[in-house]
């Protein structure tokens, strides 16, 4: 027996199932000119991400507001070009930063937060404060004490490794705008590494990604983040053999990172 | 010529005469060469040209994931197959993934296959399984220390051919292989022991060759500047990983494709797809609108795959075309029936 024919449905119905761009209709073979439109506006947001200024002054004085004390240092990137061109330069620091931390004397620490502008200053401008002010109270409640905190331009994820590293830090998150795309050209994420040193791998962090308006909200991220700092630190690990477990209900977008 | 003498090059030889070749040498000579594959369709007959159908999403939703499926087929995309990269590594909501490729394929007698593209190991879990597995997947380089931080060796890929084979899922034909490359993937994982990206790029299609796959994939603009920086330099990379995998006697198909912090825009995917077309490319990319909202990155979209059928009157593969024509989507010239604003009765079935 065959079921009755359900109720007709347009082709822009699609649209409501999916955020891909379904349902366009054509023009003979092309594309429509709305949906062209739509889409260059977003790949030229995009590209305004990856290319936007890292506005360090602000963020300094932010955390600063905050509480904190953070420094200003910067990788061996020397401009965009250099930085998209050279992974490695931005996975180190330049001399003068290396300096600043070595004469910094201080003893080790728990826990360093590094901020870096990664592949979008547009996503650090917009969420990284209101992340930190958010994850504050969250590691306070955890027992964990900020040793430090950076404000990095021209930083890999792996910059933080050599930061964590000159710190003595047992752990080091750093909050670093992702890979831009089309929907979300503001996605912060955040990679916890722990007992930081140069040359780990991926496979060594945690990453809680795609933070942003559409996304994580900065109360889950600074959650989820707060339950990786603690366990990371109970455990003494990160990465493939850390879980995410803090079973917040949230759909888990936690791996391990990509850049 | 060209197809007898394909197993006795050697990818280092397809690479460097590659470097003594401009760009129309590249086309000239890779439209020379024949390969065809088969598995429920054939692909890479002459003056045809296949898509893969991508309808990825970012949590794998099923109902998603089949609205731009049908957005895909009555665009007349998906004959290389219909090919999902899940976000997840779940072998739960993989095997969910497959068992939604086998409905759709199956409800509308569609001569396609589906393809997850997870890790190998995965996939040869659910065949053990008995779940509904047309082709086997795995993403694979030009070095063997590359391979292994893909967490793979032949041996495990000839492992898997046979687990793939054993299902005898295909009607046309066997190839049940799909593999992606990419230049670049051995220098990301430190396996490249100084050689150039391009002859690792080759060398990984002779590991692909041992397999006899359906599809060849080199993702080519996707792994970022620090590899391919810009429009003028991803245009080079994809007809030359082009003709290598053609001269090695492969089905290569290439996403053509940048990621937003390449320099590198929709009118630089135009000239690459206008291009590869001209040398015969095997099969291209079909995304929604271009945008890939799970991986992404920009792709080619099912209305590049119109613009670049009617531009060269290439056709799909001859069983998927005649479907299409049996179901009314498509002509007695193949091309696009009109533009229904209302889905076909199958279509609203499936999303109902």
């Known amino acids: 027996m065959k079921t009755p024919a359900p109720p007709s449905r347009s082709l822009s119905d699609l649209r409501e199932l999916t955020p891909a761009r379904v349902g366009l209709g054509r023009a003979g073979a092309s594309m429509p000119t709305d949906a062209l439109l739509a889409f260059t506006l977003d790949h030229a947001r995009a590209r305004d991400a990856v290319h936007g200024v890292f506005d360090t002054s602000r963020l300094v004085e932010g955390l600063t507001g905050v509480g904190l004390k953070p420094i200003a240092l910067a990788s061996q990137a020397r401009n965009r070009r250099d930085y998209l061109r050279r992974p490695d330069l931005g996975r180190m620091l330049d001399p003068a930063s290396q300096r600043a931390l070595a004469d910094r004397g201080g003893s080790s620490c728990q826990f360093v937060i590094v901020i870096g502008d990664g592949l979008s200053p547009a996503a650090v401008n917009s969420h990284a404060l209101e992340l930190v002010r958010n994850l504050i109270p969250r590691l306070a409640e955890a027992g964990v004490q900020i040793g430090g905190t950076v404000v990095a331009s021209g930083a890999r994820v792996a910059l933080g490794d050599e930061i964590g590293a000159l710190f003595g830090a047992r752990m080091v998150v750093m909050l670093i705008g992702e890979r831009p795309g089309l929907s979300a050209p503001d996605s912060l994420g955040a990679y916890l590494t722990f007992a930081p040193r140069i040359g780990l791998t991926d496979a060594m962090r945690n990453c809680v990604s795609n933070i942003h308006g559409a996304g994580l909200s900065y109360d889950e991220a600074a959650f989820k983040i707060a339950w990786l700092v603690q366990e990371g630190l109970a455990r003494q690990i990160t990465g493939v053999a850390l879980k995410d477990e803090s079973g917040s209900g949230t759909p888990a977008r936690i791996g391990t990172s990509q850049s | ?352």
Not at chain 2, 68 to 80: C, E, N
Not at chain 2, 213 to 227: A, D, Q
Not at chain 2, 236 to 253: I, Q, S, T, Y
Request: proline share 4%; net charge negative.
């Open chain 2, 1 to 352: 010529m060209l197809k007898q003498v394909a197993r006795g090059i050697t990818p280092e030889m397809a690479a460097a005469v590659s470097k003594l070749m401009r760009n129309q040498d590249l086309i000239l000579v890779a439209k020379k060469c024949a390969v065809t594959s088969a598995f429920r369709n054939t692909i890479g007959l002459k003056g045809r040209m296949s898509v893969r159908l991508q309808p990825n999403h970012p949590f794998d939703d099923v109902r998603g994931i089949t609205a731009s499926i049908l957005d895909g087929i009555l665009l007349g995309s998906g004959d290389a197959c219909i090919g999902i990269n899940p976000a997840s590594d779940d072998p739960a909501v993989i095997g969910e993934l497959v068992r939604l490729l086998d409905g759709v394929i199956t409800r509308l007698q569609i001569p396609t296959q589906g393809c997850v593209l997870t890790h190998v190991t995965t996939t040869l879990g659910l065949i053990g399984q008995g779940a509904p597995v047309d082709l086997v997947f795995q993403s694979i380089a030009g070095t063997e220390a590359a391979n292994r931080s893909f967490g793979v060796d032949l041996a495990l890929l000839r492992e898997a051919q046979q687990a793939g084979l054993s299902l005898r899922r295909g009607t046309v034909g066997d190839n049940v292989m799909y593999f992606e490359t990419g230049q670049g993937s051995a220098l990301s994982a430190n396996a490249h022991h100084n050689v150039d990206q391009q002859t690792l790029e080759a060398r990984a299609y002779a590991v692909a060759r041992a397999f006899d796959p359906l599809l060849v994939n080199s993702v080519v603009g996707f792994i970022g500047p620090e590899y391919l920086f810009d429009g003028k330099e991803i245009i080079r990379a994809g007809l030359e990983d082009h003709f290598c995998g053609k001269l090695l006697g492969l089905p290569l198909g290439v996403d053509v494709c940048y990621t937003n912090h390449a320099e590198a825009d929709q009118d630089d995917m135009d000239n690459l797809l206008t291009l590869l077309a001209a040398a015969g490319v095997t099969f291209i990319m079909g995304v929604p609108g271009a945008d890939d909202v799970m991986l992404n990155y920009q792709s080619s979209s099912f209305h590049d795959a119109l613009y670049i059928r009617d531009l060269f009157g290439l056709k799909r593969a001859p069983e998927f075309d005649d479907w299409l024509v049996r179901t009314g989507l498509a002509g007695a010239d193949f091309r696009l029936a009109g533009d229904a604003a209302l889905l076909p009765e199958f279509a609203s079935r499936l999303i109902a």
